[in-house]
């Protein structure tokens, strides 16, 4: 079963191809590169970069798996959630190439996605895990019984993503876009300690009406108020300590959180994924905690972690594995999919 991936919703022209359960090849093009002057991703850019980058990624990627676009079985695509422009163009490509070739077409959950990367690198999934899934516009946690068919959501973020929350504090820092990466960079060298920044529901009641979910939005504002502050005495703003103590605030919720959810739902098994778990902190206090809690923490090497072709082509190829129905040639995207939606009909 050789399955075709392509990934379109945001910046990245993803293309991957996976046999039977293993990563043949994984293609990636990015149009990152033109938004660091605007501060944010601008949808037509991206979505023009998608049309001038996807025939030459997919031949990229079919050539280094030295494979013909004949002996494709089945077509996945992410169709939602994600940027309505960008997600069109990749899930209009899919279509193209699925009623060319008469193979079965998947339009597919980018979150999920997130999640289904990890079983090419790390294995076959346990009967049921915990999903945390962390990026740039989503931080959502899951139970998951069976990657094609069964997904609940526990809970989610109540307005900022963890990564978006990461590139708004970037700014305020003057670092450049997106911030997330040259936060974690600037952490390392900074003191975790130094700072008490606030815990979004994780107090009293908001944490037990909100057992599972996140806020990063006071978060957010704290930093702002102290960089301010910083500013207003005429002091130079410790930024190395204000990133790994915001760092330190946004990474201890997210996990305390996930492997609370690891013990209510009896989960002996955390897999987390998204751009933001390319984070190194998010990965240090991960491996520690997994000890205390007697919980394996899986978590895709970096590469696998932000936007890419192999989370799609892994999730079509389990689909197609448990015989999921495929979507009607009459598919569209949704820029709001629900996570529990795996495949759209
Ligand atoms: O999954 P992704 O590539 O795109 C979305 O689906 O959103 O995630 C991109 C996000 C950005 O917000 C970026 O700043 C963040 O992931 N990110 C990081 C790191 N690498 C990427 N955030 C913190 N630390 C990192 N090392
Ligand atoms: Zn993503």
């Given at each position: 079963?050789?399955?075709?991936?392509?990934?379109?919703?945001?910046?990245?022209?993803?293309v991957?191809?996976?046999r039977?359960?293993?990563?043949?090849t994984?293609?990636?093009?990015?149009s990152?590169?033109?938004?660091?002057r605007?501060?944010?991703?601008?949808?037509?850019?991206a979505?023009?970069?998608?049309?001038?980058?996807?025939?030459?990624?997919?031949?990229?990627a079919?050539?280094?798996?030295e494979v013909?676009?004949?002996?494709?079985?089945?077509?996945?695509?992410t169709?939602g959630?994600?940027?309505?422009?960008?997600?069109?163009?990749?899930v209009?490509?899919a279509k193209?190439?699925?009623l060319?070739?008469?193979k079965?077409?998947?339009?597919?959950?980018h979150i999920?996605?997130?999640?289904?990367?990890?079983q090419?690198?790390?294995g076959?999934?346990?009967?049921?895990?915990?999903?945390?899934?962390?990026?740039?516009?989503?931080?959502?946690?899951?139970?998951?019984g069976?990657?094609?068919?069964?997904?609940?959501?526990?809970?989610?973020?109540?307005?900022?993503?963890?990564?978006?929350?990461?590139?708004?504090?970037?700014?305020l820092?003057?670092?450049?876009?997106?911030?997330?990466?040259?936060?974690d960079?600037?952490?390392?060298q900074?003191?975790?300690?130094?700072i008490?920044?606030?815990?979004g529901?994780?107090?009293?009641?908001d944490?037990?009406?909100?057992?599972?979910?996140?806020?990063?939005?006071?978060l957010k504002t704290?930093?702002?108020?102290?960089?301010e502050?910083?500013e207003a005495?005429?002091?130079?703003?410790?930024k190395a300590?204000v990133?790994?103590s915001?760092?330190y605030?946004?990474?201890?919720?997210?996990?305390?959180?996930?492997?609370?959810?690891?013990?209510t739902?009896?989960?002996?098994?955390?897999?987390?994924g998204?751009?933001f778990?390319?984070?190194?902190?998010?990965?240090?206090?991960a491996?520690?905690?997994?000890?205390?809690?007697?919980?394996?923490?899986r978590?895709p090497p970096?590469?696998?972690?932000?936007d890419?072709?192999?989370?799609?082509?892994?999730?079509?190829?389990?689909?197609?594995r448990?015989?999921?129905d495929?979507s009607?040639?009459s598919?569209t995207?949704n820029?709001?999919?629900?996570r529990?939606?795996?495949?759209?009909?």
């Amino acid at each position: 079963m050789l399955v075709l991936g392509i990934e379109t919703s945001c910046d990245e022209t993803g293309v991957a191809l996976v046999r039977d359960g293993e990563l043949l090849t994984d293609v990636t093009a990015t149009s990152m590169d033109e938004y660091a002057r605007f501060g944010g991703i601008i949808p037509e850019i991206a979505s023009r970069a998608h049309l001038e980058s996807f025939v030459p990624t997919l031949d990229a990627a079919l050539e280094k798996a030295e494979v013909e676009l004949g002996d494709v079985d089945a077509i996945a695509v992410t169709a939602g959630p994600g940027l309505v422009g960008p997600l069109t163009i990749g899930v209009s490509a899919a279509k193209a190439l699925a009623l060319a070739l008469g193979k079965p077409l998947y339009g597919v959950n980018h979150i999920v996605g997130h999640l289904a990367v990890d079983q090419l690198v790390n294995g076959e999934f346990p009967e049921r895990f915990i999903g945390l899934v962390v990026s740039g516009g989503h931080s959502h946690l899951l139970r998951v019984g069976n990657i094609a068919t069964d997904i609940t959501e526990l809970g989610g973020t109540l307005d900022d993503a963890a990564g978006e929350a990461f590139d708004k504090v970037g700014r305020l820092l003057g670092l450049p876009y997106p911030g997330g990466p040259h936060i974690d960079r600037l952490s390392q060298q900074g003191d975790r300690y130094a700072i008490g920044f606030p815990r979004g529901l994780s107090r009293g009641k908001d944490k037990v009406r909100h057992q599972f979910n996140y806020s990063f939005s006071g978060l957010k504002t704290a930093v702002a108020r102290y960089v301010e502050g910083c500013e207003a005495r005429g002091e130079d703003i410790p930024k190395a300590d204000v990133a790994a103590s915001f760092s330190y605030a946004v990474v201890d919720v997210l996990l305390e959180k996930a492997f609370n959810a690891c013990e209510t739902f009896e989960s002996d098994t955390l897999v987390i994924g998204g751009g933001f778990s390319a984070n190194s902190m998010l990965r240090e206090i991960a491996a520690e905690r997994a000890a205390k809690y007697g919980v394996t923490v899986r978590i895709p090497p970096i590469r696998y972690c932000t936007d890419n072709g192999a989370m799609i082509a892994a999730l079509g190829w389990s689909l197609a594995r448990e015989g999921v129905d495929p979507s009607p040639l009459s598919v569209t995207v949704n820029t709001g999919l629900p996570r529990e939606q795996i495949v759209l009909r």
